[in-house]
């Protein structure tokens, strides 16, 4: 079935460095390819989204591109914040439901 | 715009058990999906109603059931509780069933099954 597999954490990174947090998908079809957030206590927020191949996704200095010659979207972001620390998952919808990855735990020290 | 609320926020159930939670939809939204978030993991889903009728099941017992109100708030029953149903479940809402509608997620419920 459709699936998302994504880079194992934790990832500890310093203020203002760049991250990186890899994706990869499986899907018979053309699915839309998302990136949630999860911040300590709280539910998921999207953080970006790309419905259809070389679509990219942005928000907040976040970016994503839907690659679907290597079936990834990777996220990166040039600068982390203190405030970007959290839990991010790679999501993909083929249909009405989402199937996310296990996530990645992000930490960024000041 | 009321977004989607969820409630308790926490629960502790005994093996055996059964249990409600509750969810209210944003507001103007249709569509309520729920979702299991074991720790550490990411959410599963559970199944979703639209318009009153469930409209897609995920991987889970027929001991989780569900259920979607004229005003399209929602419930999702657990019943005869085990130890592996202690998770995070998530509410979203979205307008449409369909796979470009965002979908807008509650806090969640924390219910420990003891």
């Known amino acids: 079935g459709d699936s998302v597999t994504q880079m194992e954490g934790p990832v500890t990174l310093s203020e203002e460095a760049f991250l990186t947090i890899n994706c990869t998908y499986t899907?018979?079809?053309?699915?839309?390819l998302f990136w949630y957030v999860q911040y300590p206590g709280e539910g998921l927020q999207l953080l970006l989204k790309a419905t259809k191949a070389d679509d990219k996704g942005s928000n907040k200095g976040f970016e994503a591109t839907y690659r679907k010659e290597t079936t990834s979207f990777h996220l990166e972001k040039g600068s982390v914040q203190v405030s970007d620390s959290a839990v991010y998952f790679c999501a993909l919808i083929p249909d009405y439901k989402l199937s996310f990855g296990a996530g990645t735990t992000v930490t960024v020290r000041a | 715009e009321t977004g989607v609320t969820q409630s308790p926020t926490h629960l502790i159930k005994t093996r055996g058990q059964q249990v409600t939670l509750r969810c209210s939809s944003q507001?103007?939204?249709?569509?309520v999906s729920w979702y299991q978030q074991a720790l550490g993991q990411g959410p599963q889903f559970i199944f979703q109603y639209y318009r009153e009728e469930e409209n897609g099941r995920g991987n889970f017992p027929p001991r989780f059931s569900g259920l979607q109100f004229p005003n399209y708030s929602s419930e999702l029953n657990v019943n005869a509780l085990e130890l592996d149903d202690s998770a995070l479940y998530l509410c979203?809402?979205?307008?449409?069933?369909?796979?470009?509608?965002?979908?807008?997620f509650g806090n969640g419920t924390r219910l420990t099954v003891t």
């Open positions: 979203a809402s979205s307008l449409g069933a369909v796979k470009n509608s965002p979908l807008h």
């Open positions: 507001s103007g939204h249709n569509t």
């Open positions: 899907a018979t079809g053309y699915p839309s």
